[in-house]
T-cell receptor, first 112, second 116 residues
Framework: AQTVTQSQPEMSVQEAETVTLSCTYDTSESNYYLFWYKQPPSRQMILVIRQEAYKQQNATENRFSVNFQKAAKSFSLKISDSQLGDTAMYFCAYFGNEKLTFGTGTRLTIIP | DTGVSQDPRHKITKRGQNVTFRCDPISEHNRLYWYRQTLGQGPEFLTYFQNEAQLEKSRLLSDRFSAERPKGSFSTLEIQRTEQGDSAMYLC??????????????FGPGTRLTVL
C-alpha cells in the first residue's frame, strides 16, 4: 500500500520569505502522480501543483515549485515570496490505484 | 459550472440516527469520489464511482455506510445508526479523463458531521 509522510506538522514564515514543505512517499509503482493541495481555514481543498512521475522536470506554477526526487521518493513544495493568503493546511498526495492517498498535512502560517 | 457542491454543509445528529449527504460533481466529470477527513488528519479514501458504477470501496466503509450514484450524476452517502466515531468532514471530489488518466480531482467544500 502507498503511504505519504509529511514530517512537519506546523511551520511559520515571515511574509515575502521562501518556505519549503517536505513530503516523502512509498510506492512500488513506476508511474504515478503527486500533488500538493492547499486547504485554507474553513475553505475547500484546492490543487496547488501536480507532478507526473515519468517527467524529470520539476513542476512550477507561479510562486510554487516542487523538488521531485524519484529515487529518494521525495516531493517537496517551495513557496517563494510568501503571501498572507498562503496561510493554510498543505497536503501532499499520491495518485495511484485510481485514488488519492494523503499525508497528514503541514499547517503553514504566514506572519505579517 | 461552479464546481463540486455538497449539501448540507453542516449536520448535527444524535447517536443512532441515520444521515444522508449529497454531492453534485462538475457536470462533465464521470468519476466521483468520497473521502473522510478527521481533525488534524489528511483525507482518507472511502469509495469511488465511474458513471453509475461503484468501482471500489475502502475497508473504512463499514456496512453502516452506503453510497449511490443512480444516474451517473449526483451521489449520496448514507450513514445508518451513526456513532460518535463517525464525526468527521466528508469530502466529495470529481474528475474527468485527462490525457488518459483521471488523476486530477476537484474537491467540494465538504459536509461536517457531528454526532452527539
Amino acid at each position: 500500500a502507498q503511504t505519504v509522510t509529511q514530517s512537519q506538522p506546523e511551520m511559520s514564515v515571515q511574509e515575502a520569505e521562501t518556505v519549503t514543505l517536505s513530503c516523502t512517499y512509498d510506492t512500488s509503482e513506476s508511474n504515478y502522480y503527486l500533488f500538493w493541495y492547499k486547504q485554507p481555514p474553513s475553505r475547500q481543498m484546492i490543487l496547488v501543483i501536480r507532478q507526473e512521475a515519468y517527467k524529470q522536470q520539476n513542476a512550477t506554477e507561479n510562486r510554487f515549485s516542487v523538488n521531485f526526487q524519484k529515487a529518494a521518493k521525495s516531493f517537496s513544495l517551495k513557496i517563494s515570496d510568501s503571501q498572507l493568503g498562503d496561510t493554510a493546511m498543505y497536503f501532499c498526495a499520491y495518485f495511484g490505484n485510481e485514488k488519492l492517498t494523503f499525508g497528514t498535512g503541514t499547517r503553514l502560517t504566514i506572519i505579517p | 459550472d461552479t464546481g463540486v457542491s455538497q449539501d448540507p454543509r453542516h449536520k448535527i445528529t444524535k447517536r443512532g440516527q441515520n444521515v444522508t449527504f449529497r454531492c453534485d460533481p462538475i457536470s462533465e466529470h464521470n468519476r466521483l469520489y468520497w473521502y473522510r477527513q478527521t481533525l488534524g488528519q489528511g483525507p482518507e479514501f472511502l469509495t469511488y464511482f465511474q458513471n453509475e458504477a461503484q468501482l471500489e470501496k475502502s475497508r473504512l466503509l463499514s456496512d453502516r455506510f452506503s453510497a449511490e450514484r443512480p444516474k451517473g450524476s449526483f451521489s449520496t452517502l448514507e450513514i445508518q445508526r451513526t456513532e460518535q466515531g463517525d464525526s468527521a468532514m466528508y469530502l466529495c471530489a470529481s474528475s474527468a479523463r485527462l490525457a488518459g488518466d483521471y488523476n486530477e480531482q476537484f474537491f467540494g467544500p465538504g459536509t461536517r458531521l457531528t454526532v452527539l
